[in-house]
């Protein structure tokens, strides 16, 4: 199961061929440096590299009426001065007598694309092209968009492939307004294309189109510079009450940016408490991304700070969703150098190349914090997950916005001489070197090691420390020899030897306490140990900061929390779904990326209920830190759950969750408190902007 690449040079062959400044930046280099870098790394030697294709009427007629389209066609046989005429219509957009062409390859790229995935061609993709796409609308070109690529692919998916429900992710720094267009009025009856049908149809299929429509939906989510409804395209519903209209209220968010600069935190801080909540509830089949990459430091249009790596993790944090189904098409970017990184960095961990460390997260700033807040605040009636979020800020952003555009009548111009200077340095993504074994297992005699695994053997001596303890005569010999050999499998982690480990033990308290209580800190200076289910002496748990702990039980320990001591507890424990994802989105995600470990140990205690997609949920998003450096431990009679557990460490995708309940209203409050008393210690659980400078 590969990773898709759809590109073709054709796409390079227009260009801007008058002079406006809105378009110069659109530019076919965009393309061919963003091609060049995955073939100079290596990495489109990886992808299976599949062919574009030209859309048809009838698949671009999926999202545009047929006077546009008919409009859009003449435009090859047009003279420079037509085609100058032609594009005075629409806004921020040019055309070229081979735009047309390139666009229909655009839009077929992304149905190949989905094409691929949704056959089990590939496990997911990316399409590089142009033009792009997430700004036209039904019957406009705009923001150097012609055709809606991704909007006509979400369309085609249900159509074509019977996709219940599409997630759109929209990382470019602009606002995919065509893409909530099409799509905000309702999400199941937003064909115009089955509703023209219908009406050729007898009534029995308008009857069964009906009921087949009922179950179809597309949640679009966009992030945007806004800046108050001073940023292009200057739209009040780009704003965070667009919540989407009718019976697609809730399926349209939106997060706006209203001041330029944004960092990793903010980001991260915006996908773990907004997008990935809403997103996991809404359990999506398929994921298209709008991949822009203008949301990336040096870009002129996003002026963002975020650094190429950042998009390895926003993509990793997709990939568990829709077991894996993800097509990535390429939307903005205009810096020729974070462009091209921010490519390699999304095809590589679509690839499934461990993930660079996040390191040096800042806390998210007061206004990336107040649209988190407003956007939460906004969504919580239609999302169960984000039910107890607060309200809105007292002094609301909405207010400022209209206070802003009385006082900016008049001297727009401030807010370009304002902006910030372009960056123009950063450093390199750091490489990613994938370990000569991905996963490592320790097992007993009689449990096979799954396929893809490699049983352990150390050829190595005893770590000095337990080597005497040996010697001075322990009461457990057998148990030290299991502590040494776990020592042994997370030195070789910590050298990449090893990529992943899971060890099954008889004694897993004793393993456990075996494991942390002697760490050598030369081998380890920061351990994350997330503890599924119950566990009773943990005394020797350290507060230094050298290991964070996490569990998630149906104990309440609520005497024994300090800031590296951190028990959730649920009434009905690991068993409850709701309740376990809720945990592990809003706290362990946000808390493991602010404290940035080193090893993962993730230990599954004997009865703990969780259920098995749930338990590779949890692994996949682990994955993503400490490069991928997680340590399953299991008790030995867990057999059963083995080969789940080497799928998920392998970098498989978890099957998606069925069967969420709704969350239990205490439990949910008691979260909800629990991340505002650490708030103080862990900025990455802020979801509010109060208190904060
Ligand atoms: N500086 C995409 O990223 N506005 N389109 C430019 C304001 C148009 C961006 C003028 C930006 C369009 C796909
Ligand atoms: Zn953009």
Redesign the pocket.
Known sequence: MGTALIYDEEMTKYKLLWVDP?CKIEVPERLTVSYEALVRSGLSDRCVSIPPREATDAEILLAHSEEYLEAVKKTPYMTLEDLKEFTLQYG?VYFHPNIYHCAKLAAGSALQLVDSVMTGKVRNGIALVRP?G??SMRSAAN???VFNNVAIAAQYAKQKHGVKRVLIVDW?I?HGQGVQYCFEDDPRFNSSYSLRTCSRLNRLNILLIIFILVFYSVLYYSWHRYEHQKF?PNLRESDYDSVGKGNGAGFNVNVPWNKVGMENSDYLSIFCHVLLPVAYEFCPDLVLVCA?F?SAIGDP?GEMCATPDIFAHLTHLLMNLAGGKLCAVL??GYNLTSLPQSVCQTVQTLLGDPLPQPAGLRSPCKSALESLQCVRSAHRRYWSFLKHAANQPSTDISTKRIKLANEEEGKTEMAVEERAAEIKEWPEPPERPSPPVRCASLLPEDVACPDGLKLFSSSKDLHPLLASKLQNGADDQDALITVSRLYAMIEKMLTNEIGSGLVLISDISAAMMGALQDLPSDLVDRVLVVCVGKEKDLNYLTTDGKMLFVQISDEDKEKEKNKYFIPVSLKKGCSDTAGFIQAVLGLLLPLAYEYDPTLVLLVRTPGSGVDDSMWQQLIGLLLGFAKGHTLVLMQTNEKVHVGPTASALLGRPAPPLLELQTLDQEDGEALERLRERLQTDWKMLQTTSEGTE
């Open positions: 809105a921020d792009p997430h700004h923001g150097f968009c470019d602009h292009w822009g203008d249009e939307e903005g």
